[in-house]
């Protein structure tokens, strides 16, 4: 193989791989899309691989809803000063990448009030040695040791109560978030056991790419550990990052080979390169003839040729002010009358009365004739 490098590739690879939307494995066929992000730091390329690429597929397949995740957002440090800014970032991400108003439903999460509803019901028949038995937990409770709090531990039925309150019984997530998806299976099965078939069994669906780890080649790449490559890097900051990043460790000296598969560096090559320039890299990495640098400029280059067309989106977008609040309440407004629908089913469920049981206007119309319907609220809502 000669060292020459190849071109880099102008667009993504397209070869279907196991779990991945376009596969025809064993995946059970699914009528909804749930799935979320928590507006905790700047979209990167772990978050595009391994989630936010598959929901562009399938907001062409399936009814899709997307939820920035505020609520679990505040189990972490945050800057309430920062929170606007950021929900409003992460939907500009979302739309450079793909996701179009018109073809799936975006949303925040607290503005739909049955999300922290539906989840205190879940807390009641949730076994507390099943949260204890989640690693982000584990992880994130050893990152931020002087807060571990409550919402921390709970964060998996509050996920479950996003995903159940729609009745979506799919959910694209990375690899990490497979775990808590599990959860909300036993969840489901515990509800239905108990009160009578209420929720679909939801079941994850993984990308192609359902774990990249980050820079550090340590752990994976996340918002919050600051070694990322983000959506929004110009292509300097790409190769800035890139550039010092580790490499096998065997690779000391330009001469000296090396062992891919355990470069980090070549873990980026298998999601943004071509079968012939990893065969290239490969290569030239076993053999010593190729250097590092010249391996890490081609997948730099690669990143930079998936992100271009991302930056050019975001730059119009940005020039359209008032798109991120529109989507946003187009996206609220659709989705509480049915999460309102499913709290209802869940009351009557539950022997709870149903919300609009004991309005004022209600009980007026109950005490002066029995048999009277109750007039309609002023707001001509349910008075919520
Ligand atoms: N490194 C990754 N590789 C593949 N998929 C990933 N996801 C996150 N990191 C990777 C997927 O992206 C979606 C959004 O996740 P989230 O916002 O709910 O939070 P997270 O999983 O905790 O992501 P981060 O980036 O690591 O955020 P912080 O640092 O705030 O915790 C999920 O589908 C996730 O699997």
């Given at each position: ?70 609520l ?5 440090p ?37 999300h ?14 099943l ?22 531990f709970d ?112 873990s ?28 890490k ?81 002023p ?6």
């Open positions: 193989m000669s060292s020459t490098t190849p071109e880099p590739r102008a667009t993504e690879p397209k070869t279907a791989g196991p779990g991945s939307p376009e596969s025809d494995d064993a995946q059970a066929p699914i009528t909804s899309v749930f799935s979320g992000m928590q507006p905790s730091g700047e979209l990167h390329i772990g978050n595009y691989l391994g989630a936010l690429k598959t929901w562009v597929q399938l907001q062409e397949r399936y009814p899709c809803i997307f939820c920035v995740v505020d679990h957002a505040l189990t972490q945050f800057e309430p000063r920062e929170m606007p800014g950021r929900i409003r970032d992460m939907v500009i991400g979302w739309l450079s990448a793909g996701l179009d108003p018109d073809r799936c439903t975006m949303f925040v999460q607290s503005t739909v009030a049955e922290a509803e539906l989840a205190w019901v879940l807390n009641t028949i949730t076994p507390m040695g949260l204890e038995r989640m690693t982000q937990f584990k992880d994130k409770s050893k990152r931020q040791p002087e807060n571990i709090n409550v919402g921390l964060y998996p039925v509050l996920q479950a109560a996003d995903i159940v309150v729609y009745r979506a019984d799919g959910v694209p997530v990375g690899e990490d978030q497979v775990q808590h998806v599990e959860f909300t299976r036993d969840v489901v099965g515990k509800f239905n056991y108990r009160f009578g078939e209420t929720f679909p069994m939801p079941r994850a669906r993984l990308s192609q790419a359902p774990r990249v780890m980050g820079l550090d080649g340590e752990r994976k790449m996340s918002k919050s550990l600051g070694n990322q490559i983000g959506l929004n890097d110009s292509p300097e900051e790409v190769w800035n990052k890139i550039a010092p990043a580790k490499t096998d460790i065997r690779r000391k000296r330009r001469t000296d080979p090396g062992v891919p598969e355990e470069c980090n560096i070549f980026y090559h298998r999601f943004f390169s071509s079968s012939e320039q990893q065969a290239w890299a490969a290569e030239g990495c076993r053999t010593a003839g190729i250097g590092c640098r010249e391996c400029r081609l997948v730099a280059d690669n990143i930079n040729a998936v992100l271009a067309p991302m930056r050019e989106r975001r730059a119009a977008i940005e020039r359209r002010p008032r798109l991120v609040d529109e989507t946003l309440a187009a996206g609220t407004a659709k989705l509480r009358p049915l999460a309102r629908e499913t709290m209802e089913l869940v009351r009557e469920r539950l022997g709870l009365p149903t919300a609009e049981r004991y309005q004022p206007s209600a009980c007026r119309s109950r005490s002066t004739d029995p048999t009277a319907s109750s007039p309609p609220s707001s001509g809502g349910t008075g919520r």
